[in-house]
């Protein structure tokens, strides 16, 4: 589904996703983040979407971003790595949001360790994609972009 507007979607990589490609490999693959986001950026590209990409390993940080980009976003994608599992204030930040969110991981959340399959965020987001590697981020912004454009938000063209 092609996009009739500009779509503005904030990308946000949450702790030691800067590892990728070094961190576990056998785990999270082995494309490191400017890779993927690459691929995310020649797709949005394609969808009539501009996206700002933002990575750190701090949960101030990245609410800060976040809320920095509330009034400029249409909608998140977002990893939230460790902090999906701990982080009350991120998941209170998406809920404040009022723009649909998807959570994404690379690797299977439920396959994982115990403590890994309760995500706090969840609940906030529209959707999450979890365990099909660096694609989840893909069909993950596949998915933003198509809700978007199903709910016909207006947008200045790009």
């Known amino acids: 589904m092609q996009a009739d507007h500009c779509f503005h979607v ?32 020649d797709y949005a590209k394609n969808r009539n979407a501009i996206l700002r990409i933002f990575q750190s390993n701090s949960e101030g940080q990245i609410i800060d971003h ?14 939230a790595g460790g902090f999906t599992h701990t ?36 609940p906030v987001c529209v959707g999450q994609i979890s365990g099909l590697g660096w694609r989840s981020y893909l069909y993950g912004l596949m998915a933003l972009l198509d809700l978007l454009a199903e709910r016909k938000q207006a947008q200045p063209p790009c």
């Open 10 to 41: 904030l990308v946000v990589h949450g702790p030691n996703l800067g590892l990728l490609g070094r961190r576990e490999p056998g785990v999270y693959g082995g494309f490191d983040l400017d890779w993927i986001n690459g691929r995310l950026i």
């Open 66 to 79: 976040i809320i920095a980009n509330m009034d400029w976003l249409d909608g998140l994608l977002i990893n």
């Open 87 to 122: 982080s009350v204030a991120l998941r209170d930040t998406l809920a404040a949001l009022g723009k649909p969110a998807i959570e994404v991981h690379i690797s299977n959340i439920y396959a994982r360790e115990s403590f890994r399959h309760k995500s706090l965020i969840a």
